[in-house]
């Protein structure tokens, strides 16, 4: 096999002249009403890999989608080019084209050192079905492309989980390997299921309810978390579910983000591992204006819970401070208020006076530790959102698997 990981990296390749097809994951929020990038961290997170390519002699082509069809986020990349190009400090030269003439003429025409960002991908309608590597390797997309390129780089970890032509059809018919964020994730989350990272602790917080209760189904009975300290959302559901009163704002919002058939799979965990799922012990919410913390059960009824208290801070920092392993994902309040980002910068100051191996996910904890000026002390930033649930579940990767046949198939050239 290619090494460790199973796939061949970077440093396995001379890129030197070479055409260089490269597969990212720039998906960003979109704004409905303007349709500004409202989130560049996954653009901002590929840089790092495209100007090693740039250095090396490559140029460098670039596939990469936006949305899904039908929904309001479906759309060019014509932005994403442009901030593309501030975090390279290069012209990207965008073509309104997949595999068309247009697009063809420009990978045809490009020069090493040059950075072509091709349209998303998805406005071609066989890229949205999920087939095996061989026959999407018989698409019109890779037919056409493939013949251009001499080599192929994914480093699109966070689509990972998908078997779309641009992830595991070019893998069977060029040399392939994983980009430095793919194998950078790959290496982190390896080390993270591997039983020296001990105590591992999870901090789930953040609006996706359903992945997180979907990755404490998976790790918990796989012994992976130690302990699984709950925030925001999701730290409301676990408290319904032990029967703790938190009020009727806060139910309201529940039963509105249609969480409560979540709550039986909550009952669940709770029955068999609730010696290691933490829940809040005291709450901020709104009060004449103010940010006032209070007990649980204690005067909620009119005010939602917007964050956790600093008994719950200091709780959790205490258990943060044992771990060998911190992963972090999503905030515990409503940080679009200043007043209820406190204990989201309070559990990330404590991840770094840990000295655990840390790990956080979401481009929000990533802006409020820039804010903090602690972004440098963290170990990784993920941008994998269901390929981040599925690796640790383990669940198969389609894209990082085609990248281990690519690896049997082709020489590397090095």
Do not use: W
């Not at 096999?1 to 998906?27: C, E, P, Q, S």
């Not at 409301?236 to 938190?246: D, P």
């Not at 939602?304 to 258990?319: C, N």
């Amino acid at each position: 096999m290619a090494n460790k990981l199973g796939f061949y990296t970077m440093d396995n390749f001379d890129f030197n002249g070479k055409k260089t097809l490269l597969r990212v994951d720039i998906n960003s929020p979109i704004d409905p009403v303007t349709g500004r990038i409202t989130d560049d961290t996954r653009i901002k997170s590929h840089a790092a890999t495209i100007k090693e390519l740039l250095e090396r002699g490559a140029s460098v082509t670039i596939l990469a989608h936006q949305g899904r069809p039908g929904d309001t986020d479906f759309t060019t990349l014509e932005n994403h080019a442009t901030l593309l190009s501030k975090y390279l400090n290069k012209e990207v030269n965008y073509v309104e084209d997949v595999f068309g003439p247009s697009a063809r003429s420009a990978i045809s025409s490009s020069k090493p050192g040059s950075v072509t960002l091709l349209e998303n991908v998805r406005f071609y309608s066989e890229e949205s079905i999920e087939k095996v590597p061989e026959a999407q390797a018989k698409t019109y997309l890779v037919r056409y492309l493939a013949p251009l390129f001499s080599l192929y780089v994914n480093d699109a970890f966070a689509t990972s989980h998908r078997s779309h032509p641009s992830l595991t059809g070019f893998p069977m018919v060029l040399p392939s390997c994983g980009g430095r964020l793919l194998q950078k994730e790959v290496e982190f989350l390896s080390d993270v299921m591997s039983t020296s990272s001990k105590p591992c602790i999870f901090v789930l917080g953040g609006g996706k309810v359903a992945d997180s209760v979907q990755l404490m189904e998976s790790l918990l009975p796989k012994g992976v978390a130690d302990k699984v300290l709950l925030t925001g959302l999701v730290s409301h559901l676990f408290l319904i579910a032990k029967g703790e009163r938190l009020g009727k704002a806060t139910v309201k919002i529940i039963e509105g983000k249609g969480l409560y058939p979540l709550l039986p799979r909550a009952q669940n965990l709770l029955r068999n591992y609730s010696n290691k799922i933490v829940t809040p012990v005291d709450i901020a919410i709104l009060r004449s204006d103010e940010r006032v913390e209070l007990p649980l059960g204690d005067g909620q009824d009119h005010s939602p819970i917007y964050d956790i208290g600093s008994r719950t801070v200091e709780l959790y920092s205490s258990i943060m401070g044992e771990a060998k392993v911190i992963i972090m994902r999503g905030p515990a309040g409503y940080i679009e208020d200043q007043r209820f980002s406190k204990g989201s910068e309070e559990l990330l100051k404590a991840v770094v006076k840990s000295g655990a191996k840390t790990l956080l996910g979401g481009g929000h904890l990533r802006a409020i530790s820039e804010r903090l000026g602690i972004a440098e002390k963290i170990d990784y930033f993920s941008t994998g959102g269901g390929a981040f649930i599925a690796f640790l579940s383990g669940e198969r990767l389609p894209a990082i698997e085609v990248l281990s046949v690519s690896a049997q198939k082709f020489k590397a050239d090095r």
